[in-house]
């Protein structure tokens, strides 16, 4: 899931929440919609981050048992 998707659900759950006239169910969604928001930014930065793993060398002796 990319951040457009979390964008939209965040929209959707401020949508629902315009509809809504029960105040604990609205602020629900508004916090669904926050922490949604919040998955979209990581996503943003994620996306934006080149991530590379190098394995240590192995020993002369081989691999070690543990």
């Known amino acids: 899931m ?23 169910r609205k602020l629900k969604l508004i916090d669904m919609a926050a922490i949604w928001m919040r998955l979209a930014e990581q996503a943003e930065k994620n996306s934006q981050t080149d991530l590379a793993y190098d394995a240590p060398p192995l020993s002369p002796d081989g691999p070690s048992v543990q």
């Open 2 to 24: 990319g951040k457009y998707y979390y964008w939209s659900v965040a929209a959707e759950c401020v949508r629902l929440a315009a509809q809504i006239v029960d105040p604990e």
